[in-house]
C-alpha cells in the first residue's frame, strides 16, 4: 500500500473515532433517560402512579407504605426557594461589582477567589454547615436544633453563588461599550448607567444564570443531607425540619431491596430532579440563545 | 441620584463583595486549623479502627486515588476525541446541535441522578456489582462536559494560520490536527482535565450508589472490589457514626486532606495554564 493511501485511510479512520468520542455524549444522554425510565416504569402498573400524589412520604411501615411525593416536592421546593432569595441579590450585586467597579488588579483577586467556593466539595461545605452554621442558627432562633430548612439553604446559597457571579458577569461584561458611553454622555452618572442601563441590557444573560443556578441548588445532595434534619413533613416555615428529594434518594437508596417498590418510587424521585433541571437546562440557554448572548 | 447616596451604594456593594470573601476566608481557615491538629503520618498512612475512630484513613485515600484513575482513564480519551471532532470536523449540522446540546444536559444532571444512572446501568444491567469499575465508569460520564468543554476552548485558541499552512503543504486532515494542533492545545486539555479529576475526587452522591464502602480497612484487589473513599468516609463519620461528637478531629481531619486534594488540584490547573499561557504567545 502505498504511503498516500496509508495516510488517507488513517484519516477516514479517525475522523469515525473522533465522531464515536463525540457521539459518547448523546449516548449517555439517552441511556440516563432510558434507564431511570427503565428503573421507575414499573411502578406505574404496581401500585400505580397514583401512589405518587399521596400526601405522605412514609416508604417503610408495618401498616400500609405511602409514597407520596408531595412532602419532598416541598422541602426541595422550600430550600431552593430559601436559598434563590439570599443569593439572587447578593450575587447580582457582586457581579456588578467585579465587572463595573473593581479595579483591574482587586479583580483579578476576586475573581479566582470567589471561584475556591465552587471547587469545595459539597460533603466538605456539609460538614462545615452541621458543625458551624447549623449551631449559629439553633442558638440565634432559640430552636432545639439548628438543622432546618434555613441551614440547607444558606449553604445551597454559598454552592450557587460563584456559578450565579461568575454567569452574570458574563453577561455584564458582554453589554456593549457603545450603550455605557451613550448614557454616560447624556450625562448619566456611573451607578445611573450601571443601573439603568447596563443591568437592564444584561438582563437575560442574568435571569438564565439564576436559572442555572436553580438547576445547581435544585440537584444539590450532600450538604442537604447533613444539614436539614431530613423529615419528610409538609411544610413552609423555614425553621423547621425538611427533606428534599436529592436526600431522599441519597439515604434510602443503601437500604432498600433493588427493584421493590421503595427503589422504583425512588428512581421516579430521580426521574422528576432529571425532568426539572434538564427544563431550566434547556430554557437558560433558548434565553441566551435569543439574545446573543451564548459564547 | 446625589453623590451622598451614590457612594453609599458604592460602599454597600463593595461591604457585601467582600463579606463573600470573609465567608469563603472563614470555611477554609476553619477546615485548616482544626484539620491541621488531627494530620500526622499515621493519619494518612494507617488503616482504619474502631469503625474510623481512630486510627488512619490510608484506605480512603488510595480508594479516591483508584477511582480518580479509573475516571481519567475513561474520560480524557473520549472528551479529547469529542472535543476535536466539534472544534475540528463538525460543521453546523443537525448532528453536531444534538451533540451540543448533549453536552449541555449532562453538565446540568444532577449528580445523584448519574448515581441512580450508574446504579440501573453499571452495577446491575452490566453486572459489575458495587465496584470501582461500576463508580469510575458512572464518575466519567459527569465529568466529561467539564473535560469537552476545556478541551474545545483550547483547540479553538490555536490560530487558523497554523491548520491552513499545515493543509497547504499537503498535509492531510488528520497529520494537520496531530502536528499543528493537538501540540499547541494539550495544555488546555490538562487543564480541562485537572478540573475534572477535582470534581470527581469530591463528588459523595455518585458513589454512594455505585462504589463506597463505609469500613473496609484492607485495600481493593481488583476493578470489581469496593473502596472506601474520602468524601463518603467523611460523609459516615459526620452524620452516621455512633461517636460522631466525640471524634470531631478525625472527621476534619478527612475534610482536610480532601479539601487540600481538590483545591490543589484546581491550583495545580491553573498554574499549568498560565505557564503555557505565557509559553505560546501569538
Not at chain 1, 244 to 267: D, K, R
Amino acid at each position: 500500500m502505498s504511503r498516500s493511501r496509508k495516510l488517507f485511510i488513517t484519516d477516514k479512520l479517525m475522523r469515525l473515532l473522533l465522531m464515536g468520542a463525540a457521539s459518547t455524549s448523546v449516548l449517555v444522554v439517552c441511556l440516563i433517560f432510558l434507564f431511570l425510565f427503565k428503573e421507575a416504569g414499573p411502578f406505574v402498573l404496581n401500585p400505580g402512579i397514583g401512589k405518587l400524589l399521596d400526601s405522605q412520604w412514609i416508604p417503610v411501615s408495618f401498616q400500609e407504605e405511602h409514597f407520596g411525593l408531595g412532602p419532598l416536592l416541598s422541602g426541595s421546593a422550600l430550600v431552593t426557594a430559601l436559598a434563590m432569595l439570599v443569593t439572587v441579590p447578593i450575587s447580582v450585586l457582586v457581579a456588578i461589582y467585579i465587572a463595573e467597579i473593581a479595579r483591574p488588579d482587586e479583580r483579578e483577586f476576586l475573581k479566582p477567589f470567589i471561584e475556591i467556593l465552587a471547587s469545595i466539595p459539597s460533603v466538605v461545605l456539609g460538614f462545615f454547615g452541621l458543625l458551624v452554621v447549623a449551631p449559629l442558627i439553633k442558638t440565634a432562633f432559640g430552636l432545639s436544633t439548628g438543622l432546618t430548612a434555613l441551614t440547607g439553604a444558606l449553604l445551597l446559597s454559598l454552592m450557587a453563588i460563584p456559578t450565579i457571579i461568575s454567569l452574570s458577569e458574563d453577561a455584564l461584561v458582554s453589554v456593549p461599550y457603545s450603550l455605557k458611553n451613550a448614557s454616560l454622555a447624556l450625562g448619566a452618572s456611573h451607578l445611573q448607567t450601571i443601573f439603568l442601563v447596563t443591568l437592564p441590557a444584561a438582563l437575560p444573560g442574568i435571569v438564565a444564570a439564576v436559572m442555572l443556578g436553580i438547576g445547581r441548588v435544585i440537584g444539590e445532595t450532600m450538604a442537604v443531607l447533613m444539614v436539614t434534619g431530613n423529615s419528610a413533613i409538609l411544610t413552609f416555615s423555614p425553621l423547621a425540619s425538611v427533606r428534599t428529594m436529592t436526600a431522599t434518594i441519597a439515604a434510602e437508596m443503601g437500604e432498600v431491596p433493588f427493584g421493590s417498590v421503595h427503589y422504583q418510587a425512588l428512581f421516579w424521585i430521580g426521574l422528576i430532579l432529571l425532568v426539572i433541571t434538564f427544563a431550566l437546562n434547556i430554557v437558560a440557554q433558548r434565553v441566551l440563545k435569543k439574545y446573543g448572548m451564548m459564547k | 441620584m446625589n453623590n451622598t447616596t451614590d457612594k453609599l451604594i458604592l460602599l454597600s456593594m463593595r461591604l457585601i463583595t467582600y463579606a463573600i470573601v470573609l465567608v469563603i476566608g472563614y470555611i477554609l481557615f476553619d477546615i485548616i486549623r482544626n484539620g491541621a491538629s488531627a494530620l500526622n503520618w499515621q493519619f494518612v498512612s494507617a488503616f482504619p479502627r474502631r469503625s474510623g475512630a481512630s486510627g488512619g484513613i490510608f484506605p480512603a485515600i488510595v480508594g479516591t486515588l483508584y477511582l480518580v484513575v479509573g475516571t481519567i482513564a475513561v474520560s480524557l480519551p473520549l472528551g479529547i476525541g469529542g472535543a476535536i471532532y466539534l472544534s475540528e470536523y463538525a460543521d453546523q449540522g443537525r448532528f453536531n446541535t444534538m451533540i451540543r446540546l448533549a453536552i449541555i444536559t449532562l453538565a446540568g444532571v444532577p449528580s445523584i441522578v448519574f448515581g441512580l444512572f450508574g446504579l440501573g446501568l453499571f452495577v446491575l444491567f452490566c453486572g459489575f456489582g458495587s465496584s470501582i469499575l461500576a463508580g469510575s465508569l458512572t464518575l466519567a460520564c459527569m465529568v466529561l462536559p467539564t473535560i469537552i468543554v476545556a478541551s474545545e476552548e483550547s483547540l479553538r485558541a490555536v490560530p487558523k494560520g497554523f491548520r491552513d499552512a499545515s493543509l497547504a503543504l499537503g498535509a492531510t486532515k488528520w497529520e494537520m490536527i496531530r502536528t499543528n494542533i493537538l501540540p499547541y492545545s494539550m495544555s488546555g486539555m490538562i487543564t480541562g482535565a485537572i478540573l475534572g479529576i477535582g470534581r470527581a475526587a469530591g463528588e459523595t452522591a455518585p458513589i454512594l450508589l455505585t462504589v463506597a464502602a463505609f469500613y473496609l480497612p484492607r485495600l481493593p484487589k481488583s476493578v470489581f472490589d469496593q473502596v472506601m473513599a474520602l468524601p463518603y468516609h467523611l460523609y459516615i463519620l459526620a452524620t452516621q457514626h455512633p461517636e460522631a461528637e466525640r471524634i470531631r478531629h478525625m472527621q476534619y481531619g478527612t475534610a482536610l486532606i480532601l479539601l487540600l486534594l481538590v483545591l490543589g488540584l484546581s491550583l495545580g490547573a491553573i498554574l499549568i495554564r498560565t505557564h503555557f499561557r505565557k509559553k505560546f504567545r501569538w
